[in-house]
């Protein structure tokens, strides 16, 4: 089970995950993105994943998909707390923002 919490906060969609991000559930993760990107304009994507308790390789190509549409839209994607779930932070790929903390998520889109 996934539960999905979005809220914008100074121009940022607050996209908090918490459950399981895996191949039953990463349609529901990618259409409800999608669709709140798509009607209010997003490009600005703070991904926080420390309440995830597992992801798996499809959970990940959804986030590195999500990411490459973020991307081409000259937005950015943030993600936070990945470091929970690999002790290699790195996981994803290394052009993708990684933070432990949500404040400084802030500091690297507001670096524009």
Same mark, same amino acid.
């Given at each position: 089970?996934?539960?999905?919490?979005?809220?914008?906060?100074?121009?940022? *969609? $607050?996209?908090? *995950?918490?459950?399981? *991000? &895996? #191949? &039953?559930?990463?349609?529901?993760?990618?259409?409800?993105?999608?669709?709140?990107?798509?009607?209010?304009?997003?490009?600005?994507?703070?991904?926080?994943?420390?309440?995830?308790?597992?992801?798996?390789?499809?959970?990940?190509?959804? $986030?590195?998909?999500?990411?490459?549409?973020?991307?081409?839209?000259?937005?950015? *994607?943030?993600?936070? #707390?990945?470091?929970?779930?690999?002790?290699?932070?790195?996981?994803?790929? &290394?052009?993708?923002?990684?933070?432990?903390?949500?404040?400084?998520?802030?500091?690297? $889109?507001?670096?524009?």
């Amino acid at each position: 089970m996934l539960d999905i919490d979005m809220k914008f906060k100074h121009g940022i *969609l $607050i996209v908090r *995950l918490k459950g399981i *991000l &895996d #191949g &039953d559930t990463i349609t529901m993760f990618t259409n409800d993105l999608e669709e709140v990107i798509k009607n209010n304009g997003v490009k600005y994507v703070l991904l926080n994943l420390k309440q995830l308790k597992y992801i798996d390789n499809y959970g990940l190509k959804a $986030i590195k998909n999500s990411y490459k549409r973020i991307k081409n839209n000259n937005g950015k *994607l943030i993600i936070c #707390g990945i470091d929970r779930l690999f002790k290699n932070n790195q996981i994803l790929d &290394d052009s993708l923002y990684q933070v432990n903390e949500e404040v400084t998520a802030y500091e690297l $889109i507001y670096e524009r």
